[in-house]
């Protein structure tokens, strides 16, 4: 499983809305628009559970909202970058997040998951690559960073 394979370039965009929460539900809307979910509230439920239990702002301007749900078949993704910054997101290192990347997978696929986990992380972890996705025009520049 590929970044590529869950990414759709329609569910790439640049956040209008500046909280947590916000930034969310408007991801979430996203994959309801794209066709990728269908039942938005329980999913945006699920979501803002767990970043109850814990913030998934890992740090470097980066949150990476995620759950495992028996609501999809495939894992499925969305990115939004927040110009502004979203500084109420509880990341790590106190600093505002910059990138959302929302990853939402299937009950079982839990190998898929940690795959799609670590491969956002590792790209963009890379040097500079925050200030590229924050510094970029279009959502398909941002797509053809994370497609490849």
Same mark, same amino acid.
């Given at each position: 499983?590929?970044?590529?394979?869950?990414?759709?370039?329609?569910?790439?965009?640049?956040?209008?809305?500046?909280?947590?929460?916000?930034?969310?539900?408007?991801?979430?809307?996203?994959?309801?628009?794209?066709?990728?979910?269908?039942?938005?509230?329980?999913?945006?439920?699920?979501?803002?559970?767990?970043?109850?239990?814990?913030?998934?702002?890992?740090?470097?301007?980066?949150?990476?909202?995620?759950?495992?749900?028996?609501? /999809?078949?495939?894992? /499925?993704?969305? /990115?939004?970058?927040?110009?502004?910054?979203?500084?109420?997101?509880?990341?790590?290192?106190?600093?505002?997040?910059?990138?959302?990347?929302?990853?939402?997978?299937g009950k079982d696929q839990h190998r898929q998951y940690i795959k799609l986990m670590s491969q956002a992380v590792?790209?963009?972890?890379?040097?500079?690559?925050?200030?590229?996705?924050?510094?970029?025009?279009?959502?398909?520049?941002?797509?053809?960073?994370?497609?490849?």
């Amino acid at each position: 499983m590929e970044i590529k394979d869950s990414l759709n370039r329609k569910c790439v965009c640049f956040l209008t809305r500046n909280t947590k929460t916000e930034a969310i539900s408007q991801l979430v809307d996203l994959l309801k628009t794209c066709g990728k979910i269908d039942d938005v509230e329980s999913i945006k439920e699920k979501l803002l559970y767990r970043e109850k239990l814990m913030s998934t702002g890992i740090g470097l301007g980066l949150g990476i909202p995620h759950i495992r749900t028996e609501m /999809v078949t495939e894992p /499925v993704m969305a /990115v939004g970058i927040c110009k502004e910054g979203i500084s109420d997101y509880d990341s790590i290192d106190n600093k505002p997040v910059w990138v959302v990347l929302l990853i939402i997978a299937g009950k079982d696929q839990h190998r898929q998951y940690i795959k799609l986990m670590s491969q956002a992380v590792t790209l963009l972890k890379e040097p500079g690559m925050i200030e590229t996705l924050k510094n970029s025009t279009t959502s398909e520049e941002i797509y053809k960073i994370f497609a490849g």
